[in-house]
């Protein structure tokens, strides 16, 4: 997850920080988060404005295809977004407790694919790039 969440503020045209990355320098999963953090961000009420609504976050977001974001993940984004906000109302909002000894270690991957197969970065990740 590091390399993700370090990545995530990258932009597809190199614009992006930390590093500078642009396009499919960027790893997948940062892509993704990038676009819907966006989306997530303007679709909330935050304290100095009112949410958009998620058509308007949406086609804020899509504005920004090709410059801040991998206009596939957009793509795909759009396609299944009232879907996906469906599932995330849904889901119950459970505290998550980490442990109190949890290590993580440096250069450790995820696996391939989620055991369960119901994941969403990879799912998301499989249409943006198909040959994985």
């Known amino acids: 997850m590091a390399p993700i969440v ?3 503020h990258e932009k597809w045209d190199g614009s992006g920080y930390p590093y500078g990355l642009r396009g499919e320098e960027i790893p997948i ?8 953090d966006c989306l997530d961000a303007l679709a909330s009420d935050r304290q100095y404005r009112r949410a958009l609504g998620l058509d308007e976050a949406l086609n804020e977001v899509e504005t920004l ?4 974001f991998h206009p596939r993940v957009v793509a795909v984004m759009k396609r299944h977004f009232v879907e996906l906000e ?11 407790k980490l442990p109190a000894g949890l290590r993580i270690e440096t250069g450790s991957a995820p ?3 989620p ?4 994941n969403f970065l ?3 990740a499989a ?3 198909p040959a994985w």
């Open 6 to 8: 370090r990545a995530h």
């Open 29 to 36: 999963g940062a892509r993704i988060l990038a676009a819907v």
């Open 65 to 68: 295809a090709g410059k801040s």
């Open 86 to 96: 469906r599932l995330a109302q849904a889901t119950p909002k459970a505290a998550i």
């Open 111 to 113: 696996p391939a694919a």
């Open 115 to 118: 055991a369960n197969g119901h």
């Open 122 to 124: 990879f799912s998301i």
């Open 127 to 129: 249409e943006v790039c």
